[in-house]
């Protein structure tokens, strides 16, 4: 079986999520994962934006690195997941960033749309939570020890 070349750097995960709750129990499963990631926290699709593309608060390329993995909501305020992965999946500098939509829709038409405009992968959201921690142990296999990602900036 193939192994993957190890990370010279932390695996870096941007999660796009508008409501505290989610983002906690991302968080806690996470730790609860064995996933050795840095995770980075954003409230919407404005937010999103401005850090891929370092913009206002997120200069710092220390505060705001480029993530390995972006994990998308679809529902939020402001910009819609929808719409952030056509600004994403449109921009060059960022349309090689795996996206995966993370969210409560288990919505065909939303599953079309997502993979029309270039997401990676669409993933409901499990309700039980060592579901969730299961999830995050298998996304990170996945990208972080089997895939061969982009080489980042």
Request: proline letters at 8%.
């Given at each position: 079986?193939?192994?993957?070349?190890?990370?010279?750097?932390?695996?870096?995960?941007?999660?796009?999520?508008?409501?505290?709750?989610?983002?906690?129990?991302?968080?806690?499963?996470?730790?609860?994962?064995?996933?050795?990631?840095?995770?980075?926290?954003?409230?919407?699709?404005?937010?999103?934006?401005?850090?891929?593309?370092?913009?206002?608060?997120?200069?710092?390329?220390?505060?705001?690195?480029?993530?390995?993995?972006?994990?998308?909501?679809?529902?939020?305020?402001?910009?819609?997941?929808?719409?952030?992965?056509?600004?994403?999946?449109?921009?060059a500098k960022l349309a090689t960033i795996p996206v995966t939509v993370l969210t409560t829709s288990n919505s065909d038409a939303d599953a079309m749309e997502c993979y029309a405009s270039g997401a990676n992968a669409f993933v409901p959201k499990p309700a039980e939570y060592d579901?969730?921690?299961?999830?995050?142990?298998?996304?990170?296999?996945?990208?972080?020890?089997?895939?061969?990602?982009?080489?980042?900036?």
């Open positions: 079986m193939p192994t993957a070349t190890p990370h010279t750097r932390p695996y870096t995960i941007l999660l796009v999520e508008d409501s505290p709750a989610q983002q906690q129990l991302t968080r806690r499963a996470l730790e609860d994962s064995s996933v050795a990631a840095q995770l980075f926290v954003v409230d919407d699709g404005v937010e999103a934006l401005k850090f891929l593309r370092r913009e206002d608060t997120y200069s710092d390329a220390a505060r705001s690195p480029r993530p390995d993995i972006i994990l998308l909501d679809l529902n939020m305020p402001r910009m819609d997941g929808h719409a952030v992965l056509k600004h994403l999946k449109q921009d579901k969730f921690v299961q999830l995050f142990n298998a996304l990170s296999m996945f990208w972080a020890q089997f895939v061969k990602l982009p080489p980042g900036e």
